[in-house]
């Protein structure tokens, strides 16, 4: 009985330490999805990630600037979708932030500097302040 008890115990170790975050190495960012988020690489320049019961989704694009500066596609998108007004993030002196709900869902929008002509949208449906949601943020390297 001792036996199997320690067998049992040993492959749930297993199991639990193969149960790694899914990573998505792209062209202009590197994102991590934690272990039972679906990450789905969209094209080049975009990806999605959904919780495991699909009330949080994450996007991430990036695009050219068209000669237009980050403060002035965050006003852009924002109205766009009847959001907040853009706030500078407090970590950057070059990136913003704004709540809207395209669609009637309520999402938190970033939009960050990325290079010379560049730049990136993080969008979240859902809760963008959970732990888990922290993860993915920390995750984010933009190349």
């Known amino acids: 009985m001792r036996k199997r008890l320690v067998l049992l115990l040993a492959c749930l170790v297993c199991a639990v330490s193969t149960a790694r975050a899914e990573t998505l190495d792209g062209i202009f960012f590197t994102i991590s999805a934690p272990s039972g988020w679906k990450l789905t690489q969209k094209n080049d320049h ?3 990630l959904a919780s495991p019961d699909g009330l949080t ?3 991430i694009t990036s695009a050219e600037t068209g000669g237009r500066t980050i403060e002035e596609l965050a006003r852009a998108l924002s109205e766009k979708w009847d959001g907040s007004a853009p706030q500078k993030l407090a970590s950057s002196a070059d990136d ?3 709540t809207a709900a395209p669609d009637g869902i309520s999402t938190y929008f970033q939009i960050l500097a990325h290079g010379k002509n560049r730049f990136t ?3 979240v449906s859902g809760s963008h302040d959970s732990p888990e949601a922290e993860k993915i943020f920390d995750s ?3 190349k």
Do not use: N
Request: aromatic share 20%.
């Open 57 to 59: 989704v994450f996007s």
């Open 121 to 123: 949208v993080i969008s």
């Open 96 to 98: 913003f932030e704004f």
């Open 140 to 142: 984010i390297l933009l």
């Open 46 to 48: 975009a990806a999605l």
